[in-house]
Antibody, heavy 119, light 110 residues
Framework: EVQLVESGGGLIQPGGSLRLSCAAS????????MIWVRQAPGKGLEWVSV???????KYADSVRGRFTTSRDNSKNTVYLQMNSLRAEDTAVYYC?????????????WGQGTMVTVSS | QSVLTQPPSVSAAPGQKVTISCSGS????????VSWYQHLPGTAPKLLIY???KRPSGIPDRFSGSKSGTSATLGITGLQTGDEADYYC???????????FGTGTEVSVL
């Protein structure tokens, strides 16, 4: 079965760090663009980051310089390292993929992991 | 603040049709493909439409997509109570060099 499972969310103080994981099964992460999307409470969906097949990355302006996305091909897992966390980073974080065969579309999504930044 | 604008909400009676607009610019919708998602908060978003007007396997033909210029539209016919959710358009923005989502539209079945 093709699926994504996120983990690593939780309650963290402002200024702290957290690493989210996204374990894939049924397909190979290195053959796809892997994306993180978040939804803050009461807000819409917001793109966060992408790691390309070649390993290159891009980030939304709101997280650039604080968040880093990476992948471990041996574990078929994608990560989001979040540093210098702020209250406005509080959100459900979803992992998804752009399979490339669909142009810029996200076909498989995880269930999400909640990150709460609060003192 | 999203660069893609959608109406906050639309509603119709069961069996009727609704359309959701998504307005952008030449840097996003005008020169890239549009996708649409159905989302119940707390659950995984579901891809409804990709490449402007294509449906993934398993998505009923009650859902349709179209694009004209710098705007896109999602149509839902034969509205069902199970269609009550938030709907988002999404594309790539060449100026921002990133993916962008619409502001989201809540669909209510009266």
């Amino acid at each position: 079965e093709v699926q994504l499972v996120e983990s690593g969310g939780g309650l963290i103080q402002p200024g702290g760090s957290l690493r989210l994981s996204c374990a894939a099964s049924g397909f190979t992460v290195s053959s796809n663009y892997m994306i993180w999307v978040r939804q803050a409470p009461g807000k819409g969906l917001e793109w966060v980051s992408v790691v390309y097949r070649g390993g290159g990355t891009k980030y939304a302006d709101s997280v650039r310089g604080r968040f880093t996305t990476s992948r471990d091909n041996s574990k078929n897992t994608v990560y989001l390292q979040m540093n210098s966390l702020r209250a406005e980073d509080t959100a459900v974080y979803y992992c998804t993929r752009d399979p490339i065969t669909m142009k810029d579309a996200f076909d498989i999504w995880g269930q999400g992991t909640m990150v709460t930044v609060s003192s | 603040q999203s660069v893609l604008t959608q109406p906050p909400s639309v509603s119709a009676a069961p069996g009727q049709k609704v359309t959701i607009s998504c307005s952008g610019s030449s840097s996003n919708i005008g020169n890239n493909y549009v996708s649409w998602y159905q989302h119940l908060p707390g659950t995984a978003p579901k891809l409804l439409i990709y490449d402007n007007d294509k449906r993934p396997s398993g998505i009923p033909d009650r859902f349709s997509g179209s694009k004209s210029g710098t705007s896109a539209t999602l149509g839902i016919t034969g509205l069902q109570t199970g269609d009550e959710a938030d709907y988002y358009c999404q594309t790539w923005d060449s100026s921002l060099s990133g993916y962008v989502f619409g502001t989201g539209t809540e669909v209510s079945v009266l």
